[in-house]
């Protein structure tokens, strides 16, 4: 994440003294070489990701990896080519993405699959309740109910959302193909990683056009990986899983707008979310049940402002884990509220405590930092509190600890607030302070 965007989402609460890290060596971090902004510092990724992870079938991780003050920059290549991957969560992801790639290959290779493409040579167009036979729902279920999937075909015939199917999709059932096979994986059905959407499409249209279903496909997939840890990943309930499986992007769209006014939020402030496509609807989606599962707590609309202004994907992708995080938080740590400080959504408990949760890999003292601060230093005078705590995700550095700490902040890093962090760890209320 961009130095000059992060300002975009972090405030801490007070502008701290004197010069800001910058030096080439410090804390066992090195200055890159050629690089104008004293923040980028290189790292090493087997740091930050588990070594056994760093090489595997089809992709390599550079060891040679920056950080930016901020989130941990990798450098991966795979035989699609070579990308930079800017943080942690969104390594995970493309680790994720991968793997599921390699299960549609397999089931592309299996007798099932082969015998659905010979199938689908002569067989007439199957529709989705053909095609997907989950009878909970749960993953891959269908549209169901005529009027409603008769109105899917519409709004998919005259949408402008950019992630509209089309009508040969919708009347198919090919999208809802696509929808539950990624769900089975783990993946977003709309990921924009080209391999695995193009793989996702030819799998998805001759699954359809051979009356393959999506639970005999995946029979065809050896379990040898956890698919189970990469859908936790996702962080949705089992009821908004089954809404994402059974809906169209467009259809998702609305009935995530819908749910956030249900939960109080004003229309124009749902409908302004809902018109972001930075998130794609999974996304949404994944916000949407984050702040639902707060309860009937105060505040949400100030969250959803926020993230209704993330102006590109990969602060779309940071909002998804700040509001699991926040929600996580008050679902673990006790009642509290979502307030805005300097603009930005914090959460305070009712015992006073004010907190900050944050998705970071390395939190460093950079000028960026401090300039972020300022806002908030004013905001919190006044509030009456017992305590300022700053929750990280991934690691903070000595010389933020001290400063934070010297300031009169509890720092906790390593946190399990992320649904891919929770699964692995028990749901503490209290994380320990590194």
């Known amino acids: ?161 950019p992630d509209q199917e089309g009508v040969l999709s919708a009347l198919t059932g090919y999208e809802a193909a696509k929808r539950g096979f990624a769900l089975e994986f783990g993946v977003d059905p709309w990921t924009s990683y080209e391999p695995l959407q193009k793989r996702l499409a030819s799998i998805s249209r001759t699954a359809v056009a051979g009356g393959l279903s999506t639970s005999v496909a995946m029979g065809a997939v050896t379990r040898g990986s956890d698919w189970g840890t990469a859908v936790k990943a996702l962080g949705l309930s089992s009821k908004m899983n089954a809404v994402v499986a059974q809906n169209p992007a467009q259809r998702l769209r609305a009935l995530n707008s819908e749910r956030l006014v249900e939960m109080g939020i004003a229309d124009y402030e749902a409908d302004s979310f809902r018109r972001n496509f930075n998130y794609t609807p999974m996304q949404q989606a994944q916000i949407v049940d984050a702040l639902d599962a707060m309860g009937n707590i105060q505040g949400r609309a100030v969250f959803l402002s926020h993230a209704a202004a993330a102006p590109d994907d990969a602060l779309a992708r940071y909002m998804v884990l700040r509001a699991q995080m926040l929600s996580r938080f008050v679902t673990t740590r006790g009642p509290a509220d979502i307030v805005s400080v300097g603009g930005l959504p914090w959460v305070r408990t009712q015992d006073g405590v004010l907190a900050t949760t944050l998705p970071l890999d390395y939190l460093t003292w950079t000028p960026d930092l401090a300039a972020g601060v300022v806002d908030a230093t004013a905001s919190i005078e006044g509030m009456g509190l017992r305590s300022r705590e700053v929750w990280v995700e991934g690691r903070v550095d000595d010389e933020a600890r001290r400063r934070l700490e010297d300031a009169g902040w509890a720092v906790r890093e390593r946190v399990a607030l992320t649904p891919r962090n929770a699964a692995a760890a028990a749901a503490p209320s209290a994380p320990p302070a590194g």
Do not use: C, K
């Not at 000059?4 to 200055?31: K, S």
């Not at 989705?128 to 279920?141: C, F, H, K, Q, Y």
């Open 1 to 161: 994440m961009h130095a000059a965007l992060f300002r975009f989402v972090l405030a801490l609460a007070v502008l701290l003294p004197g010069p800001a890290v910058g030096a080439d060596e410090d804390a066992g971090r090195t200055v890159l070489a050629g690089l104008e902004d004293p923040s980028h510092f290189e790292v090493d990724a087997a740091d930050f990701v588990p070594m056994a992870l760093l090489d595997g079938p089809g992709y390599r991780i550079e060891r040679r990896a920056y950080g930016d003050g901020f989130s941990v920059h990798f450098r991966m290549t795979t035989d699609a080519g070579s990308e930079e991957l800017e943080s942690v969560e969104a390594l995970h992801q493309r680790l994720d993405e991968l793997r599921a790639l390699a299960g549609l290959e397999e089931i592309g290779r299996s007798e099932v699959f082969l015998d659905a493409v010979e199938r689908g040579i002569t067989a007439p167009v199957r529709g989705a309740g053909e095609l997907l036979n989950d009878p909970t729902g749960a993953v891959g279920g269908a549209v169901t109910g005529l009027g409603r999937w008769v109105g899917n075909v519409g709004r998919s015939a005259v949408s402008r959302d």
